[in-house]
């Protein structure tokens, strides 16, 4: 099932399969990926309970040993529609049999998508049904189509709201964990030139950062901006060696699992918690700029 928002000049489409935000445009230009399964079939998934992969792909709850998908399920499951406007749409999404064998949680996972003039509000909400705390990551993973017709990737650069000193872990590719050593991306500096060889090793991931926005500009000045609230960190990525013409910005609370993991959910770095019958709340919000 397909959503198509609208409000004056703006439209966004969103599909009720994994609540995924398939298309964004303002005054006829389109700012998300187009999903070619040549180089990657999704535009923008959403990833609950986890953030990129677990050590061995398994993780403990509360002292018993689950199995969990790269990103969690949520981006694999159908959602359900529960309201909807011209301008907006939200979508649910609950624990079911299968959910439950990788994550013990009787859960509520709502996402809200708003067109408010040329901006787009995405709301994260989850509620937690259980009974005792529920530990989870969330995180978006949206993807804009760059470069433009006539431009390089080269070109653009990332322009965060504050200046930032970043040495961020390095995902090792043939483990798919973080090490603790890592590379400097930024010093005292707000402004992060882009070139494919940096992604090299995956992610480039912003760990802990101060802004609350990214803009991703060319070297004209034109591009989308990126807003967050409850998001503490940024996964900036393209496929290595493909030269892929997107480019994601995804605020996280979660990340890949690092290689001295104690393999413990609840200790994961920047992990949530929701108390019994608690709700929390994430924002993230797309413009043109």
């Known amino acids: 099932m397909e959503k198509i928002l609208r409000c004056g ?89 299968e959910t439950l064998k990788m994550f013990p949680f009787r859960f509520d996972l709502r996402m809200t998508y708003k067109l408010k003039g040329e901006s787009l509000e995405i709301l994260y909400e989850v509620h937690n049904k259980s009974d005792i705390p529920m530990p989870f990551c969330i995180g978006a993973h949206p993807a804009f189509a760059c470069p433009a017709e006539g431009k390089k990737f ?8 504050e200046k930032e000193t970043v040495c961020s872990p390095v995902l090792d590719v043939r483990t798919r964990l973080l090490k603790e050593s890592g590379k400097w991306r930024l010093k005292n500096s707000s402004e992060f030139k882009l070139d494919y060889p940096l992604f090299d090793d995956d992610v480039v991931y912003f760990r802990n950062i101060v802004s609350k926005s990214v803009c991703l500009l060319d070297d ?34 979660g990340c890949d699992d690092y290689e001295n993991t104690s393999g413990n959910f609840r200790d994961k770095p920047e992990i949530q918690t929701c108390l019994p019958d608690g709700t929390n709340f994430y924002t993230m919000t797309i413009e043109a700029v």
């Open 154 to 161: 080269s070109d653009y650069r990332l322009v965060f709201q």
């Open 220 to 253: 004209g000045g034109k591009g989308v901006k990126v807003s967050w609230e409850g998001f503490r960190s940024l996964g900036v990525w393209t496929p290595a060696g493909k030269n892929a013409p997107f480019i994601c910005l995804e605020p996280w609370c």
């Open 9 to 97: 000049s703006s439209s966004a489409l969103v599909k009720s399969a994994g609540a995924e935000l398939k298309s964004f445009a303002v005054n006829g230009r389109e700012l998300m990926w187009e999903g070619n399964p040549a180089y990657w079939n999704k535009t923008s998934p959403v990833l609950f309970p986890a953030i990129g992969g677990l050590k061995n792909g398994k993780t403990m709850i509360d002292g018993i040993e689950y199995s969990m998908t790269k990103h969690g399920f949520a981006r694999d499951n159908e959602f359900v529609c529960v309201n909807e406007t011209e301008d907006s749409a939200t979508f649910s999404l609950s624990e079911n049999e």
